[in-house]
Each structure stands twice: as structure tokens, then as C-alpha cells.
T-cell receptor, first 111, second 112 residues
Framework: DGGITQSPKYLFRKEGQNVTLSCEQN?????MYWYRQDPGQGLRLIYY???????QKGDIAEGYSVSREKKESFPLTVTSAQKNPTAFYLC??????????FGSGTRLTVV | KQEVTQIPAALSVPEGENLVLNCSFT??????LQWFRQDPGKGLTSLLL?????REQTSGRLNASLDKSSGRSTLYIAASQPGDSATYLC???????????FGQGTTLQVKP
């Protein structure tokens, strides 16, 4: 079945550590997105990529980095510069004016 | 700047009721509007997608309408069931940026 796979489901980060969240899709979608979800704040766009080897900052890109070397993959790195990384992270993809498809999410906690 | 508002923020109804969730947006220059369902701790599941040229979409007990000129959409749930309990999110896709802008959601509880 086509879909988006996010891994891991749960991730724990120590202070000063960089961690990478994985997002893979087999939908042949051109565009991919990363959102952050916090209680009471809704979903906020971190980064998005409309084609391979190109990506743009969203509304809250500080402290995050991405790459888009393959159409199927859009990993997100949460760097030590992100001071409040505890949140639920959602990856999505879309093509043309079709709807978005979301993954099941990764919950990141700072320990 | 596009703003999406969902009313009410929370709703509790007895099983079997028909109910309406509301979504409004400030900029009518949209490609489409999408309704999602989110269960606690889970990702988003797409329920209905309405393109800007369409007025409504239906799937089973769900019906979503779109009035682009007034900046409004409604999600109608017929004969609600306890399994419908979840948070429902409305999102519009911007023409100028292609980005999806979300509302804050309506948390629905259907009591047996």
C-alpha cells in the first residue's frame, strides 16, 4: 500500500544532541513537508520541499535542518540550537493540487 | 495572511445526533480545502478534499461543503457514533504559496 512512513515513533534527545527524524513516501509525490504540533498551538510548518534538491523554510525553521536528496525521502534534523524541541512531528506529502497525506508522527522528548 | 478558524473548539454530544463542525478562512484564494481526523497521539487521516471549484463532497456519513466566496466550510456528521470521537482539523491550501494552513481543530466527544 502507498503511504508515508515516519520513524522512530518515539525519540528521546539529550541536551545538546542533534537527532534526525526519518520520513519516507512511496506515493511518487513531488512535495514533502514537516510540521510541528504542540498542544493548543495547532500545526506549524517547519520546512517544505517541492522538488528534489530544493527546500524552503516554513514558519518555524530555526533550530531545524532538512535535506531532499531523493524524491522518496525528506529527513528532518533537530539541532541543539532548537531550545524547545519537545513536540509531535508530522511529515506529509502532496502532488499537484491533490490533498496532503500525513504520516503517523514522531514524538520527540528532551530528557 | 491566511487565518483559519474552527468553531466550536470542543463539542460533546450523545450518540445518534447529527452535528455540524464549522471552519472559516480569511483569504478565498485557495486551491482546495481538506478535512482531517486526528486520534490522540496519532497522525492525521484525510476525510474529505474539496477543490475550489466544488461545492461539496460526501463520504459515508460525512458531508463537507465549501462556500469560497464567504470563506466558509462545514463538516456534517450524520448519526454520530462513539467511534467518531476525535479531533477534526480543517486546512486550506493557498494558491500563492501552495502551503496548507490549519485551523486549531474541534475536539468531538460522542457519548454512548
Amino acid at each position: 500500500d502507498g503511504g508515508i512512513t515516519q520513524s522512530p515513533k518515539y525519540l528521546f534527545r539529550k541536551e545538546g544532541q542533534n537527532v534526525t527524524l526519518s520520513c519516507e513516501q512511496n506515493l511518487n509525490h513531488d512535495a514533502m513537508y514537516w510540521y510541528r504540533q504542540d498542544p493548543g498551538q495547532g500545526l506549524r510548518l517547519i520546512y517544505y520541499s517541492q522538488i528534489v534538491n530544493d527546500f524552503q523554510k516554513g514558519d518555524i525553521a530555526e533550530g531545524y535542518s532538512v535535506s531532499r536528496e531523493k524524491k522518496e525521502s525528506f529527513p528532518l534534523t533537530v539541532t541543539s540550537a532548537q531550545k524547545n524541541p519537545t513536540a509531535f512531528y508530522l511529515c506529509a506529502s502532496s502532488s499537484g493540487t491533490a490533498g496532503y497525506t500525513f504520516g503517523s508522527g514522531t514524538r520527540l522528548t528532551v530528557v | 495572511k491566511q487565518e483559519v478558524t474552527q468553531i466550536p473548539a470542543a463539542l460533546s454530544v450523545p450518540e445518534g445526533e447529527n452535528l455540524v463542525l464549522n471552519c472559516s478562512f480569511t483569504d478565498s484564494a485557495i486551491y482546495n480545502l481538506q478535512w482531517f481526523r486526528q486520534d490522540p497521539g496519532k497522525g492525521l487521516t484525510s476525510l474529505l478534499l474539496i477543490q475550489s471549484s466544488q461545492r461539496e463532497q460526501t463520504s459515508g456519513r460525512l458531508n463537507a461543503s465549501l462556500d469560497k466566496s464567504s470563506g466558509r466550510s462545514t463538516l456534517y456528521i450524520a448519526a454520530s457514533q462513539p467511534g467518531d470521537s476525535a479531533t477534526y482539523l480543517c486546512a486550506v491550501r493557498q494558491v500563492n504559496t501552495g502551503k496548507l494552513i490549519f485551523g486549531q481543530g474541534t475536539t468531538l466527544q460522542v457519548k454512548p
